[in-house]
């Protein structure tokens, strides 16, 4: 599996995956989603100032 969650995936006799360990995948979800959140918190107050500053740019300031 190419997104890094070898250890979550259950593999046959033959090497192929065959399934996924879901019930153990929010170990590793959870900080990740945490993550984004933050990252989106950030990304939303970075706008919000970006778009003060145009607005002061507009007016002349």
Not at 6 to 29: C, H, M, P, S
Not at 39 to 55: H, P, R, V, W, Y
Request: charged share 30%.
């Amino acid at each position: 599996i190419k997104a890094g969650l070898d250890e979550f995936v259950i593999k046959g006799d033959n090497g192929q995956a065959e399934g996924i360990e879901y019930d153990r995948l929010w170990t590793v979800l959870i900080p990740k989603i945490r993550q984004l959140s933050n990252d989106q918190i950030q990304n939303k107050m970075t706008i919000a100032k970006l778009g003060s500053e145009i607005e002061e740019l507009k007016q002349g300031r």
